[in-house]
T-cell receptor
Framework: EAGVAQSPRYKIIEKRQSVAFWCNPISGHATLYWYQQILGQGPKLLIQFQNNGVVDDSQLPKDRFSAERLKGVDSTLKIQPAKLEDSAVYLC?????????????FGEGSWLTVV | GEDVEQSLFLSVREGDSSVINCTYT??????LYWYKQEPGAGLQLLTYIFSNMDMKQDQRLTVLLNKKDKHLSLRIADTQTGDSAIYFC????????????FGQGTELSVKP
């Protein structure tokens, strides 16, 4: 079974530029998550989708971050304009359903450096 | 809301047992997870425990849960150099929409 796919793996941009990350969840997984992991910290949830609807985006900085999940499969996370403090690993994850106990599987992450 | 705390570093000798500790604050957290992250990689689910269990064993891994003290531990028997990684404890915060709340991670260093 293929895992959660993310691209690009690495990206370096200048502050005020924009960047987009793509995620393809495990086939059949209805729930998709984007987490931000700053160096030395645990992952923090940015946004959670159930199919193509947003379940939780309370910690997404909406003035600069946006995410969409068209057709309930792939998802894109965009940052515009980027700030230095956005340097982090952006982890996409998916689970079969939004049900307590369903295992959440993570991709390898997209590493962003803002200079 | 839920808060999860871990010690930051642990160093052991190859062949010894490692014990990584975690505390959480929300007693309503029903599932508790351990993830492993190797350098440059994503998070790999190691194991999880449901709140009605005290212990779960899976090969070299033993998870102990003390609900009274809200304390979770992960024991790795016969630790190998390949176990060197960052280990994250995570709690499923049901009163926060079912999101996973992670600790800051414990870096395990295994010396030969």
């Amino acid at each position: 079974e293929a895992g959660v796919a993310q691209s690009p793996r690495y990206k370096i941009i200048e502050k005020r530029q924009s960047v987009a990350f793509w995620c393809n969840p495990i086939s059949g997984h209805a729930t998709l998550y984007w987490y931000q992991q700053i160096l030395g910290q645990g992952p923090k949830l940015l946004i959670q989708f159930q199919n193509n609807g947003v379940v939780d985006d309370s910690q997404l900085p909406k003035d600069r971050f946006s995410a969409e999940r068209l057709k309930g499969v792939d998802s894109t996370l965009k940052i515009q304009p980027a700030k230095l403090e956005d340097s982090a690993v952006y982890l996409c994850a998916s689970s079969f359903e939004l049900v307590v106990g369903n295992t959440i599987y993570f991709g390898e992450g997209s590493w962003l450096t803002v200079v | 809301g839920e808060d999860v705390e871990q010690s930051l570093f642990l160093s052991v000798r190859e062949g010894d047992s490692s014990v990584i500790n975690c505390t959480y604050t929300d007693s309503s957290s029903t599932y508790l997870y351990w993830y492993k992250q190797e350098p440059g990689a994503g998070l790999q689910l190691l194991t999880y425990i449901f709140s009605n269990m005290d212990m779960k064993q899976d090969q070299r891994l033993t998870v102990l849960l003390n609900k009274k003290d809200k304390h979770l531990s992960l024991r790795i028997a016969d630790t190998q150099t390949g176990d060197s990684a960052i280990y994250f404890c995570a709690a499923l915060a049901w009163n926060q929409g079912g999101k996973l709340i992670f600790g800051q991670g414990t870096e395990l260093s295994v010396k030969p």
